[in-house]
């Protein structure tokens, strides 16, 4: 029998049916209370708020004007700046066939920059010099004015500066169109006018934006500085509940002037306020027993299965993690994540074995991408010295190369002494020397480096990076100077060379590839950079500074490991 009722135990219940009795007063009541509480300053601060709130959208419309403008504006520099267009204009056409001509190729260098000119956007572009008039795209009846000398002097007073008339209504196509004209003066090479420059713009874009941005209790105006209306409503001043407010533009000395009401602003403020007072006396009771069992039958499970997490993530295993009693949702997800963190724990422990497998794969991996064309120079280097001065330092180059190919081959741990690799980069030089014989090497040791050992052929790549890259396209006798030293317990070794250097752009380049922000990989350094970082770790590496005609330097960045660690 007791088990008929058993469904009717609170904590059996699902979180669903206890939002119904519980959830929804309680999302009411804090409202309500507060609202009543504090109607008169909360209204206010509403009223500040909501005034402020319309201003930012007041000065987000300018910044659209703005942007826009700044678009427009562009164009016409493009066009007064390209100097196809100031060179064509320069000339004197001579009879109407040039004048085609020249109508024409202006027409391939404007659109390029203009884009497509109908009437939605860019009516037209228009060119008037002292010989001419030329006109892509759309024409008007009374040739926008632009024969009246008032409207050139306006233009060229500015100086090449963009001018911004006023909208005129013209007829184009047939059809009455409201259109700005945004000109600048044209120069050519010696900074002499040689004509003027103007873009028709279908006003269209400016009331747009002055309709989409704001709602119907607020009305906006744009006025120029002589306060001379330019697009939106006109707003006669009345001293009344409205508000007004006035933002200037960056561009034209536009000024946004606006008028909101308050009435229509803050009807819903008032509404709410009448509704809390209704609902106080109702919902106060209702409220304070909903906040005791809500918050002991989902607040205080919530926050132990917060503990629960935190505690996880520091890494306590997931046997000593606690259960609770609560929602009945609640504690299912509760035990959903201890279930998880178990094989999160199992996956850690196999990652950390993956992991060493991984490391040890990508770092054979590395060494394989080492490329293989020194061997390819060095026996080309002998042929060379075989087929001019047929046998004289052969033995010293050939003995060279055998002990380069025996120190590869007999020693197979990572690891090994720096003097040795020193050593065998003493043997690389020497063999370089034969190709590149104006350069000079020199190894500055500025620490004690008896027991330390670095990664073997670690350092060949670079002296080889910098024969190839540096000094083989120099005038002049070339250096290369390989520096160790130690600082706070890091070991620098730094690859110097008095090269070409590398341009800007391209060091930008090679410096995303080694840090990760380019998927390119035919960069040999990248080998290096990433052998160091899967050897020693992500704190480690390869750095790359270079100036043009100067040369470059290559920094290694490694722990200091001795001898027996």
Same mark, same amino acid.
């Given at each position: 029998?007791?088990?008929?009722?058993?469904?009717?135990?609170?904590?059996?219940?699902?979180?669903?049916?206890?939002?119904?009795?519980?959830?929804?007063?309680?999302?009411?009541?804090?409202?309500?209370?507060?609202?009543?509480?504090?109607?008169?300053?909360?209204?206010?601060?509403?009223?500040?708020?909501?005034?402020?709130?319309?201003?930012?959208?007041?000065?987000?419309?300018?910044?659209?004007?703005?942007?826009?403008?700044?678009?427009?504006?562009?164009?016409?520099?493009?066009?007064?700046?390209?100097?196809?267009?100031?060179?064509?204009?320069?000339?004197?056409?001579?009879?109407?066939?040039?004048?085609?001509?020249?109508?024409?190729?202006?027409?391939?260098?404007?659109?390029?920059?203009?884009?497509?000119?109908?009437?939605?956007?860019?009516?037209?572009?228009?060119?008037?010099?002292?010989?001419?008039?030329?006109?892509?795209?759309?024409?008007?009846?009374?040739?926008?004015?632009?024969?009246?000398?008032?409207?050139?002097?306006?233009?060229?007073?500015?100086?090449?500066?963009?001018?911004?008339?006023?909208?005129?209504?013209?007829?184009?196509?047939?059809?009455?169109?409201?259109?700005?004209?945004?000109?600048?003066?044209?120069?050519?090479?010696?900074?002499?006018?040689?004509?003027?420059?103007?873009?028709?713009?279908?006003?269209?874009?400016?009331?747009?934006?002055?309709?989409?941005?704001?709602?119907?209790?607020?009305?906006?105006?744009?006025?120029?500085?002589?306060?001379?209306?330019?697009?939106?409503?006109?707003?006669?001043?009345?001293?009344?509940?409205?508000?007004?407010?006035?933002?200037?533009?960056?561009?034209?000395?536009?000024?946004?002037?606006?008028?909101?009401?308050?009435?229509?602003?803050?009807?819903?403020?008032?509404?709410?306020?009448?509704?809390?007072?209704?609902?106080?006396?109702?919902?106060?009771?209702?409220?304070?027993?909903?906040?005791?069992?809500?918050?002991?039958?989902?607040?205080?499970?919530?926050?132990?299965?917060?503990?629960?997490?935190?505690?996880?993530?520091?890494?306590?295993?997931?046997?000593?993690?606690?259960?609770?009693?609560?929602?009945?949702?609640?504690?299912?997800?509760?035990?959903?994540?201890?279930?998880?963190?178990?094989?999160?724990?199992?996956?850690?422990?196999?990652?950390?074995?993956?992991?060493?497998?991984?490391?040890?794969?990508?770092?054979?991996?590395?060494?394989?991408?080492?490329?293989?064309?020194?061997?390819?120079?060095?026996?080309?280097?002998?042929?060379?010295?075989?087929? #001019?001065?047929?046998?004289?330092? @052969?033995?010293?180059? !050939?003995?060279?190369? +055998?002990?380069? =190919? *025996? /120190?590869?081959?007999?020693?197979?741990?990572?690891?090994?002494?720096?003097?040795?690799?020193?050593?065998?980069?003493?043997?690389?030089?020497?063999?370089?020397?034969?190709?590149?014989?104006?350069?000079?090497?020199?190894?500055?040791?500025?620490?004690?480096?008896?027991?330390?050992?670095?990664?073997?052929?670690?350092?060949?790549?670079?002296?080889?990076?910098?024969?190839?890259?540096?000094?083989?396209?120099?005038?002049?006798?070339?250096?290369?100077?390989?520096?160790?030293?130690?600082?706070?317990? #890091?070991?620098?070794?730094?690859? @110097?060379?008095?090269? !070409?250097?590398?341009? +800007?752009?391209? =060091? *930008? /380049?090679?410096?995303?590839?080694?840090?990760?922000?380019?998927?390119?990989?035919?960069?040999?350094?990248?080998?290096?950079?990433?052998?160091?970082?899967?050897?020693?770790?992500?704190?480690?590496?390869?750095?790359?500074?270079?100036?043009?005609?100067?040369?470059?330097?290559?920094?290694?960045?490694?722990?200091?490991?001795?001898?027996?660690?």
């Amino acid at each position: 029998m007791m088990k008929k009722f058993v469904w009717l135990r609170w904590r059996n219940w699902s979180f669903a049916y206890k939002l119904i009795i519980i959830y929804i007063p309680l999302i009411v009541l804090p409202s309500v209370i507060g609202l009543v509480i504090l109607t008169e300053s909360y209204n206010q601060a509403s009223k500040e708020e909501i005034t402020q709130h319309s201003k930012v959208i007041i000065d987000l419309t300018a910044d659209k004007i703005d942007t826009q403008i700044s678009e427009y504006d562009d164009i016409t520099l493009k066009l007064i700046t390209t100097p196809e267009i100031s060179q064509l204009l320069s000339k004197n056409p001579t009879n109407k066939f040039e004048q085609i001509e020249m109508q024409r190729k202006l027409e391939s260098y404007v659109k390029p920059i203009v884009g497509e000119i109908d009437t939605k956007d860019i009516v037209a572009c228009v060119f008037v010099t002292k010989d001419g008039r030329y006109v892509i795209g759309n024409d008007s009846r009374n040739d926008y004015f632009d024969s009246e000398q008032t409207f050139k002097n306006v233009i060229n007073e500015k100086r090449g500066a963009p001018v911004w008339l006023n909208p005129h209504f013209f007829t184009i196509n047939q059809k009455e169109l409201k259109v700005f004209r945004v000109g600048r003066t044209i120069k050519n090479y010696a900074y002499q006018p040689v004509g003027i420059v103007y873009l028709v713009i279908n006003s269209n874009w400016l009331e747009n934006i002055l309709i989409n941005q704001v709602g119907p209790e607020v009305q906006l105006e744009v006025v120029d500085s002589l306060g001379q209306h330019v697009s939106g409503e006109t707003l006669p001043f009345t001293e009344d509940t409205d508000e007004w407010s006035m933002v200037k533009t960056k561009y034209n000395n536009w000024s946004i002037v606006t008028k909101y009401s308050f009435d229509e602003l803050y009807e819903s403020i008032s509404d709410m306020s009448r509704f809390s007072r209704g609902l106080i006396v109702i919902c106060t009771l209702i409220g304070l027993i909903a906040t005791y069992i809500l918050v002991m039958d989902l607040i205080v499970p919530i926050r132990r299965m917060r503990i629960n997490m935190n505690r996880g993530i520091k890494g306590v295993r997931p046997e000593k993690m606690i259960k609770f009693n609560g929602a009945k949702e609640i504690c299912e997800l509760n035990d959903l994540f201890i279930s998880v963190m178990y094989d999160i724990y199992n996956l850690m422990e196999k990652g950390k074995e993956n992991e060493k497998l991984k490391r040890k794969f990508e770092i054979k991996l590395l060494q394989r991408q080492l490329s293989p064309h020194f061997l390819y120079n060095t026996l080309n280097s002998i042929r060379w010295i075989a087929m #001019i001065k047929k046998q004289n330092q @052969i033995k010293g180059l !050939v003995d060279a190369l +055998s002990r380069l =190919l *025996s /120190y590869s081959l007999r020693n197979t741990d990572e690891l090994v002494s720096l003097e040795e690799e020193l050593s065998i980069i003493k043997e690389y030089v020497k063999i370089q020397k034969v190709r590149y014989q104006d350069f000079n090497f020199v190894i500055d040791i500025g620490t004690k480096i008896d027991d330390l050992k670095i990664l073997k052929f670690l350092l060949q790549p670079l002296i080889e990076n910098a024969l190839i890259h540096g000094l083989s396209n120099i005038e002049g006798f070339g250096e290369i100077i390989l520096s160790i030293t130690m600082e706070n317990k #890091i070991l620098y070794i730094s690859v @110097i060379d008095n090269g !070409v250097g590398i341009a +800007s752009d391209r =060091l *930008s /380049y090679i410096q995303d590839i080694l840090n990760g922000e380019s998927l390119d990989k035919h960069i040999g350094l990248k080998s290096i950079h990433e052998r160091i970082k899967a050897s020693y770790g992500i704190n480690y590496g390869l750095n790359i500074t270079s100036e043009v005609d100067k040369g470059t330097t290559m920094e290694v960045k490694l722990p200091i490991i001795r001898n027996g660690e």
